[in-house]
């Protein structure tokens, strides 16, 4: 690894980048291959490759009993089972996102013709902030998703009551937060129903996939028909829906991943712990902390870059990618700023200044099983050293 002392030793200033291989914020965790083998040999026995199929009624019951949840409804993907679980519990007309989230959480609800209302976030959390919340209810609005962003919390208390109070919907996007805790109870037994993803870049994946888990026993049931084209019956449909199943071969990845949850989270708390130590001391960068008295997955490693730093947000990133650290900008700018949201909502920005502040300073670094606290080092030492050589810069200036 190459030495990284000066600015002159850094990748955007000429050197050769300090690692060969891309470091992705994202790379999958998987477990073990053999089990997955072992599992594929008996889909292939069977012949049973869809459909309610054996390994995804084992993986629905483990889910369900990981979680202590009543119901695991698995999907294909986690946009799916938002948008199934956005029309089961019948959600229509404006419902209240976050805007500082997954572009898919908005898209669940634009794409059935349902107006995406963006409340601001609080800048401490990340998270839904429920005045907010409160100023963007209208005659219209059905219901709220909250977001469990970086797997953690939404203010589920304050969003319960305030849902209560007007009779709205009320459903959380946990697609980050699989296997975290809150108060001590799991995440996905909040609201009427929790969606979560096992898409590839998560934490825990089965390749592409996806579950709504509730414990109403009636929405459960109105979502397995809607999974499956409203099918109750061999030749029996009893419900509109559509083609939203989880496939045998996701599950067993799922099995098999559901094995190695403990040990992902302790290679991404190590890694966590490292990063906190590495990045002590850099000005204007702080590192988002998980609550230690809670069940955390550790999934993402979230650097705020403050306007007390000396160098922009973006400024790092560019430093990093140059040594093919791939820190990512999530998730920026907003969905506000996206299409059709953009178009169809131009002012929005003018409701969302922690949004817009805080999108604007994000970097997430990566982290997983194939990085390590040598890695850590490194990417550390690249942020300091970019940090340093604007505060140089800034000082001469003054001079
Ligand atoms: N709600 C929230 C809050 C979400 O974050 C998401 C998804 C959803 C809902 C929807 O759930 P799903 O329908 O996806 O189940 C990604 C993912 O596509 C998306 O699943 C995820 N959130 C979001 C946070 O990130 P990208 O465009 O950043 O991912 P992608 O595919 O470019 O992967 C990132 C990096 O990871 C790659 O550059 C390389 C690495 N990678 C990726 C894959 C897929 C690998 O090393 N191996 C891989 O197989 O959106």
New binding site residues.
């Given amino acids: 690894m190459k030495p990284i002392r000066t600015s002159a030793d850094l990748a955007i200033n000429g050197a050769a980048p300090a690692f060969d291989e891309?470091l992705?914020?994202?790379?999958?965790s998987i477990g073990d291959k053999q089990a997955f083998l072992a599992y594929v040999d008996q889909i292939f026995e069977r012949r049973w490759l869809s459909n309610d199929g054996p390994l995804l009624q084992e993986f629905e019951r483990r889910i369900a009993a990981h979680l202590g949840v009543r119901h695991c409804v698995a999907m294909c993907?986690?946009?799916?089972?938002?948008e199934i679980a956005i029309r089961a519990l019948g959600l229509q007309g404006e419902v209240i996102v976050p805007s500082y989230?997954?572009v898919?959480?908005a898209h669940?609800l634009q794409w059935q013709g349902i107006t995406p209302v963006f409340a601001d976030i609080d800048p401490a959390t990340h998270t839904l902030d429920p005045a907010a919340v409160r100023r963007m209810i209208t005659p219209r609005t059905s219901g709220i998703i909250g977001?469990h962003?970086w797997g953690r919390p939404a203010p589920v208390a304050a969003l319960q009551e305030i849902a209560d109070e007007h009779g709205l919907g009320l459903i959380y996007?946990a697609?980050?937060a699989f296997s975290c805790s809150h108060q001590g109870k799991m995440i996905g037994n909040f609201g009427s129903c929790e969606?979560l993803?096992?898409?590839?870049?998560?934490f825990f994946n089965s390749?592409?996939?996806?579950a709504v888990v509730t414990n109403d026993d009636a929405l459960a049931g109105r979502m397995r028909l809607m999974r499956n084209f409203g099918f109750s019956g061999l030749d029996q449909v009893s419900h509109p829906g559509t083609n939203g199943k989880m496939i045998e071969i996701a599950a067993a990845m799922g099995l098999v991943n559901l094995d190695a949850v403990d040990a992902v989270i302790a290679a991404n708390r190590a890694n966590h712990d490292s990063y906190r130590a590495a990045l002590a001391g850099i000005p204007g960068v702080r590192l988002l902390d998980y609550d230690a008295n809670e069940r955390n997955n550790y999934q993402y490693v979230v650097a705020e870059v403050g306007p007390d730093c000396p160098v922009s947000r973006d400024a790092i990133v560019d430093a990093l990618r140059a040594e093919h650290i791939?820190a990512?900008r999530?998730?920026w700018p907003g969905c506000h700023r996206m299409e059709p949201y953009r178009s169809l909502f131009p002012h929005a920005g003018l409701v969302l200044l922690a949004t817009e502040r805080v999108a604007a300073g994000v970097m997430v670094l990566p982290t997983g099983q194939t990085m390590g606290a040598e890695h850590i080092a490194v990417v550390a030492q690249v942020i300091r050293t970019v940090v340093a050589g604007a505060q140089q810069v800034h000082g001469a200036c003054k001079d």
């Avoid at 992705?24 to 999958?28: A, D, K, S, T, Y």
Wanted: proline share 3%; net charge positive.
């Fill in positions: 891309l992705h914020v994202g790379r999958p993907n986690g946009t799916i089972a938002l989230t997954f898919a959480t669940a977001v962003l996007d697609a980050h969606v993803s096992f898409h590839a870049t998560k390749f592409e996939g996806g791939m990512r999530y998730f």
